[in-house]
């Protein structure tokens, strides 16, 4: 979330001026007659160290007077990351997994004159005033509830025939007698972004400008549809569908309870498919696209998938640039990320499991993608403070409460 929902990164806050200012202090490292660029990437269970190192080195085989050095990211997000090299003075050449707004676009190269940009997907999507300064390889979705196939041959259970909050609330009453956890979910980031997924699926295919409203005023949480959804949230976990000790779990635990067949369902991005690959578990597992009180299918959220910007300041700007073009266009590039994170990209088409087939399905099926960026984007923070709302609800918070917190914390932040 990510990633989902988190999979997508928050916004850069350093100021333009502090980079400027101190650039000069940094330095490349680079060895006589070799460019080191240095790069931040997303470090998930499927996009591991290792895989960035194999795949950088396929580049560096190809161009051999450039070295590509990984930038870790510890404990910290990239977008966090990137902001203690800016404030050092010491910036990175590339960045990933952040996002530009009107705020910090600045700090990033304008790649509108680059024509292989308009070809990556929803790079308009993304723009800043009609500047593209963001690109990436593929696109996710994420409106997506995976389930095992043979919890729900115990329970009697067709998932072709769940459409509706109702039919999804029944199901997991079956399940749970069934002796399963119905709905899997975790800590960390995963309980807001789950919600986001479910919520977004019925409020933004039925008002793809809500947001938008939202950051004027008019509309709430408190008197929308998130409301209901809140309160079905709720009442999930007071039915004992969503397990209170799982906030205790990691991203990683949540997944691999899945995946060793302890839960019946969890709702999660296209991301999931890998590791469903790598454990072997594809063919036990189904996926269907998530039930809503409104349209079905509903639109799919989605995002932009492995996003690349270069920093401006970067001291090897057009060999950055070169990469980046590299990362998000030649063939072979391209496919191995998309199937590292099983992401998806027209004309693009790579060996699948029949989990990823099956996702592929959803996304044709589709009436819509929307992504939050551009005037779509919520204000910085709107995902943390959302999934600190939502998990305020495992110790007693009522939707209420949450949908009013939501409201009152985005209008303190106008």
Known sequence: MRRLLRRAGIAVVAATAVLASTAACGGSGDKPGQTTLRIIVNITPNLTQQYWTKLFATYEKAHPGVHVKLE?????????????????????????????????????????????????????????????????????????????????????????????LDQ???????????????LQTAGQWVPGAQFSLLADSGVLTADPDWTTKRASGKVSFATSGYLDYLKRYKSW?????????????TYADGQNAFLNGKSAMYMMGSFFVPAADQAKKSDQLGVFTMPTDGRYPSGQFGNIADPYLVVNNSPHKAEAIEFVRWLVTDPTAVKSQLAADGNLRRGMPYDMSSLGASVQKILDAAPSVFVKAGARQPIDGYSNELNTEVQSLYSGASASKVANGLDTWWNSQS
Do not use: H
Not at 76 to 92: T, Y
Not at 102 to 131: C, I
Not at 237 to 249: E, H, V, W
């Open 168 to 182: 999804l609330t029944a199901a997991m009453g079956a399940l749970k007698k069934a002796g399963y956890t119905p």
């Open 237 to 249: 976990i007071d039915a004992g569908y969503l397990q209170k000790s799982a906030l205790g779990l």
């Open 72 to 164: 870790l990211t510890g404990t910290i997000s990239a977008s966090a990351k990137l902001n203690q090299d800016l404030a050092a003075g010491d910036p990175p050449d590339i960045a990933q997994q952040i996002t530009p707004t009107k705020d910090n676009a600045s700090l990033f190269a304008d790649l509108t004159d680059q024509a292989w940009t308009k070809q990556t997907p929803l790079a308009d999507q993304y723009a800043v005033d009609g500047k593209r300064y963001l690109v990436g390889v593929g696109e996710q979705i994420q409106s997506l509830v995976f389930y095992n196939k043979a919890a729900f041959a115990k329970a009697k259970l067709d998932p072709a025939s769940i459409k509706t």
